[in-house]
């Protein structure tokens, strides 16, 4: 008869038990941290649970009307799809529905409001140089607004300064002929400022005179704009800019760090959105900051952020300070004193993680093509209904009852192992789809049910190939415990194959598809990694220990391992050959 290897492996059989509480704890953990996040059930899809209806309309731009056709409204609802629905399993539908309107359902259980807001938000990010700043007249009362600060390398960060509030030399306490002259130099040194910024008397002169009187013209109403606005007023604030290009001077709003609103003149945009290569929120332990965006710019934005910084480095408060402005706000206004051009920026303030997450998402994502206003919202009932769900988990559990009638009739008492494994696999499936609903905001529509159903045979099939390795051991004559040692290597490499072609083509599947599709497959890789976990971690251990246990160690008829009923071969015995009889001498 032969042994099982001696070695590490068999060390490691021999304590089946460490494995067994390495999953009971996960599954305990995972329970408990399912009660915490007050989840205890999984998300479903708008097809099972109903939700929030959206309705878009795209609204051109004065002279560009031709700009609302199918190109442009594909664009907008895959950036509204990547903003809402970035890892493809939250289950918010967006389509459009004519050649105007895009539909945006939104499953129960989201934060609609949040969602709102991300797919009509445009998130057109310009970085402009400031001309002058003051603190505007009234209260604010609106939330805090984020401060930034730059990050393109240490050296720079240690002499960069972030400032949410000017300083009291950023304040002008001149008339505003100092802040027209500002705005004059600005648009006269091709938009761009620098060391000559504030030119002199003769640079002004030599203009030939219909520049002057239009650039003048342009001032004077730029002026008044800034002196008239009231940033504590909301409806001024929403009009503050309105219609401005990015390579004209603008008037904007924006919070300080003491919750007071403040009023800017902004010269026109050096670098914008599309410079932007990558944003993500990530929370700051090392300079306590919290919850941040960074901001990594591409090789030509990163160029131009280090041409406007050094720029800016050449001048005095409170034009050496440049603005962040998204969506015709400022967000920060920090001070420069020498050129970033490690080709980085950190947003940085009074950030949660869902509202760092959601700015990183509109950066990263871009820009829409269009603008669009809301047209509708309204509540929708489920798709499908309870009915349906209740009629899919029917079918789920007819499907567990005949897998498990069949593991009875065929396998007895190796049956008892198989289904202890089914219901460890179930309590992981369905708590960690419950955490998943917070986290990515997972959600279970019916095709994901689908694949939770498809499940129960893949992992059920792991255990057959076992049993099976098992019983041709012992049908091969050999007992129990050195059966269960040799037949796991061989089962092992089968299992893992099946479950990496179930998984491959689960992922190839969820990266080749869209909407509720992605839901099936996501399942189906999820419960596939499972049944890999649930096989090494508990069904072998398992295995390991019964096969000392007298039941089914003696093959019990009604353990399923019974030699007899597996038609196993009586074991190979040596045997001596009889000695020849021994001559008698005679006497």
């Known amino acids: 008869m032969a042994a099982p290897k001696k070695g590490r492996s068999a060390s490691a059989q021999s304590k089946p038990g460490r494995s067994l509480a390495l999953i009971l704890i996960a599954i305990v953990a995972l329970t408990g941290g399912m009660f915490a996040s007050g989840h205890t059930t999984p998300r479903l899809g708008i097809d099972l649970a109903g939700g929030t209806s959206i309705t878009l309309e795209a609204v051109p731009e004065p002279g560009q009307e031709s700009a609302i056709n199918k190109t442009n409204m594909d664009t907008a609802v895959d950036i509204m799809n990547r903003r809402v629905n970035g890892l493809g399993v939250s289950e918010t539908e967006v389509q459009t529905q004519g050649t105007r309107n895009i539909i945006v359902n939104i499953p129960k259980g989201t934060n609609s409001e949040e969602a709102r807001a991300q797919v009509g938000t445009t998130a057109k990010l310009y970085f402009r140089p400031v001309l002058a700043t003051e603190i505007?007249?009234?209260?604010?009362?609106?939330?805090?607004?984020?401060?930034?600060?730059?990050?393109?390398?240490?050296?720079?960060?240690?002499?960069?300064?972030?400032?949410?509030?000017?300083?009291?030399?950023?304040?002008?306490?001149?008339?505003?002929?100092?802040?027209?002259?500002?705005?004059?130099?600005?648009?006269?040194?091709?938009?761009?400022?620098?060391?000559?910024?504030?030119?002199?008397?003769?640079?002004?002169?030599?203009?030939?005179?219909?520049?002057?009187?239009?650039?003048?013209?342009?001032?004077?109403?730029?002026?008044?704009?800034?002196?008239?606005?009231?940033?504590?007023?909301?409806?001024?604030?929403?009009?503050?800019?309105?219609?401005?290009?990015?390579?004209?001077?603008?008037?904007?709003?924006?919070?300080?760090?003491?919750?007071?609103?403040?009023?800017?003149?902004?010269?026109?945009?050096?670098?914008?959105?599309?410079?932007?290569?990558?944003?993500?929120?990530?929370?700051?332990?090392t300079t306590a900051a919290g919850w941040t965006v960074t901001m990594e710019f591409t090789s030509k934005g990163a160029k131009k952020f280090g041409d406007i910084t050094g720029q800016l480095a050449q001048q005095t408060s409170p034009q050496n300070q440049f603005a962040i402005v998204l969506d015709g706000e400022v967000v920060s206004d920090p001070s420069v004193s020498e050129a970033l051009t490690g080709g980085s920026a950190e947003i940085s303030g009074n950030f949660g993680q869902e509202e760092a997450q959601s700015l990183a998402n509109m950066l990263s994502y871009g820009a829409l093509p269009?603008?669009?206003?809301?047209?509708?919202?309204?509540?929708?009932?489920?798709?499908?209904?309870?009915?349906?769900?209740?009629?899919?988990?029917?079918?789920?559990?007819?499907?567990?009852?005949?897998?498990?009638?069949?593991?009875?009739?065929?396998?007895?008492?190796?049956?008892?192992?198989?289904?202890?494994?089914?219901?460890?696999?179930?309590?992981?499936?369905?708590?960690?789809?419950?955490?998943?609903?917070?986290?990515?905001?997972?959600?279970?529509?019916?095709?994901?049910?689908?694949?939770?159903?498809?499940?129960?045979?893949?992992?059920?099939?792991?255990?057959?190939?076992?049993?099976?390795?098992?019983?041709?051991?012992?049908?091969?004559?050999?007992?129990?415990?050195?059966?269960?040692?040799?037949?796991?290597?061989?089962?092992?490499?089968?299992?893992?194959?099946?479950?990496?072609?179930?998984?491959?083509?689960?992922?190839?599947?969820?990266?080749?598809?869209?909407?509720?599709?992605?839901?099936?497959?996501?399942?189906?890789?999820?419960?596939?990694?499972?049944?890999?976990?649930?096989?090494?971690?508990?069904?072998?251990?398992?295995?390991?220990?019964?096969?000392?246990?007298?039941?089914?160690?003696?093959g019990h008829s009604w353990s399923g391992l019974d030699p007899k009923r597996l038609g196993a071969k009586p074991p190979l015995r040596r045997t001596r050959r009889p000695s020849a009889p021994a001559e008698t001498k005679e006497a």
């Not at 309204?378 to 499907?399: E, S």
């Not at 990515?440 to 992992?459: E, M, Q």
């Not at 099939?461 to 290597?489: C, K, N, Y």
Request: some cysteine; charged content about 15%.
């Open 370 to 554: 269009l603008t669009f206003k809301e047209q509708s919202v309204t509540t929708v009932t489920a798709a499908l209904g309870g009915d349906q769900l209740h009629a899919g988990l029917i079918a789920g559990a007819i499907g567990l009852a005949l897998v498990i009638i069949y593991l009875v009739l065929y396998y007895r008492g190796l049956s008892l192992i198989a289904i202890a494994s089914l219901l460890v696999s179930a309590a992981l499936t369905y708590v960690i789809m419950s955490l998943l609903g917070p986290t990515i905001h997972f959600a279970l529509n019916l095709p994901a049910v689908c694949g939770a159903i498809v499940a129960i045979g893949i992992t059920a099939d792991s255990f057959i190939v076992f049993f099976e390795r098992i019983r041709d051991e012992i049908r091969e004559g050999r007992t129990l415990r050195p059966a269960v040692e040799r037949a796991w290597p061989r089962a092992r490499r089968t299992i893992l194959v099946s479950d990496f072609v179930s998984f491959l083509a689960a992922a190839v599947l969820f990266i080749v598809t869209v909407g509720k599709v992605q839901g099936f497959a996501f399942t189906l890789g999820l419960t596939t990694l499972l049944d890999v976990v649930v096989v090494f971690l508990f069904t072998k251990p398992l295995m390991t220990i019964m096969a000392r246990r007298k039941f089914f160690a003696d």
């Open 136 to 285: 505007s007249a009234g209260a604010a009362t609106a939330s805090p607004s984020p401060s930034a600060s730059s990050s393109s390398s240490s050296k720079a960060t240690d002499k960069a300064t972030s400032s949410s509030s000017p300083s009291s030399s950023a304040t002008p306490s001149s008339s505003a002929t100092s802040q027209g002259r500002a705005v004059t130099d600005a648009l006269k040194a091709d938009s761009t400022p620098s060391a000559s910024s504030s030119a002199s008397s003769s640079a002004t002169a030599s203009a030939s005179p219909s520049a002057s009187s239009s650039t003048d013209a342009a001032t004077a109403k730029l002026e008044a704009q800034y002196t008239a606005l009231n940033c504590a007023d909301e409806k001024a604030r929403a009009a503050a800019g309105q219609g401005a290009k990015p390579e004209d001077a603008t008037v904007a709003c924006g919070k300080n760090s003491s919750n007071q609103w403040q009023k800017y003149i902004l010269g026109p945009a050096q670098v914008d959105g599309t410079d932007v290569k990558k944003a993500q929120a990530i929370y700051n332990t």
